[in-house]
């Protein structure tokens, strides 16, 4: 997992680099130049193809300009703008403008009104520190690049966004790609920053662990090499029994397709055995649906909702299952909520909570204290509803709103959005890189809830089954995205994408 750093974060950690570990500061401009073209170059050809890359006064130039040297030695058609004159330029831009090779130079003015436009526009225009509104040359730069055709990269972070608060105060380089320097930076994950800067893929220029681990606050980006240390592997001698055996808690009349889509997904995932417990009332239609799972009626209120009389066969559930899930269409009947509230004062085994599990205890947080091995998977609104806390303050600070729960009442908290992130009791946050907008769809999180649930069972950690969940449940929502699309995508074909997905993964 790589720290999420903050600009002024970042910065000291160069300052640390520099000043006290003694690397050089203009050595850690060749290596930011150098990991962005190589990034560049091992995603296409650039032999030939026509290159503009806008160079600021500052490091950002400075990147800029080593970028420009490497291209143009892969064989591309390379063309610097500067947006400032040479005699403006940091000391170690100025270095870097000295050892560029013969090519192009042209001012700001004539690239935007000679000749055809690039097939490549790189931004080395404004780095992490920049905050507020662009003006004068970076504001006019910005808007004739944006509606440029070609591919655009942004190198560390695109000017014109904020890398701490994640906002635009009016024009910001559009990129494609973004390839930020070291380490991410807060800004990406917040608000529609991903609509600026496109994919993100981080470039290691070379500043040491030692000194990125005295500034990081606790907020990672989970990487692909986590999630293989994480599953869980499979004995040769297991069975059905052994890989987990997963209770659903779920359904109520009219909401049976949430607690299919759980139990389908928890199969997907690994679970063994699962056993759904839905009302009575609504067996028959769950039973036509469901070959794998074992569907299980709970005496049920007149309402369709599961009542106060399921309790005992709830509980004898939960002392057979490894793991339960509870909540997805569980409905907010009364009684239900009472047979919610009651399972949490007992709870012995791992449990996630979602959709109206969450609902029954809006206002009561407290009872979730003592469970280290729940997970609650809330969206902004229902993490507001169940705290008492304003949902704009929530989405203010999401990360640290998650972090507050989760440290306060001693449960992980899958905080649900764009990105999603998981917060665990001792007060780190993991954000999560996969998904995609796509899984903005009816039962995505009833999908999440099965795959967490899955993988409570197969004896992962609370902290560790939410991470993992999250980030295949996205992975499998990536996959489905290239079938489907956008548009097109369904709950249903995130479940059909499950395996696929975890098979990535596999030993």
Known sequence: MIPILTPEQMQRADRHAIGRLGIPSLLLMENAGSAVAAELLRRRRFRGVRVAVLCGKGNNGGDGLVIARKLREAGAAVTVVLISPVNAFSADALAMYRRLPELPVVPLRRFLSDGPAPSVIIDAMLGTSF?????????????????????KVAVDIPTGLNGTTGETEGAAFRADLTVTLSNPKYGFYRSAARDVTGDVVTADIGIPGESIERVSSGLFLVEADDIRRLLPRRRNDAHKGTAGKVFVLAGSRGMTGAALLAARSALRSGAGLVVLGVPASELPSVARRTLEAMPFPLPSTNRGAVSIEALPAVRTKLSWCDAAAVGCGLSVDPETRTVVRSLLGKRKKPMVLDADALNALSGRPSLLRGGRTTVITPH???????????????????????????????VTVVMKGGPTAVAVPGGSVFVNPTGNPGMATAGSGDVLTGVIGALLGQGLSAGAAAVAGVYLHGAAGDRARSRRGVHGLIASDIIAALPAAIKEFDP
């Open 131 to 151: 905050t507020g509104r662009l003006r004068g040359a970076y504001r006019e730069a910005v808007g004739r690049c944006n509606a440029m055709p070609g591919w």
């Open 380 to 410: 902004v609104a229902e993490l507001a509803r169940l705290t008492g806390t304003p949902a704009e303050e929530i989405e203010r600070d999401p990360f640290g709103s998650a972090s507050a729960v989760a440290r306060r009442y001693g």
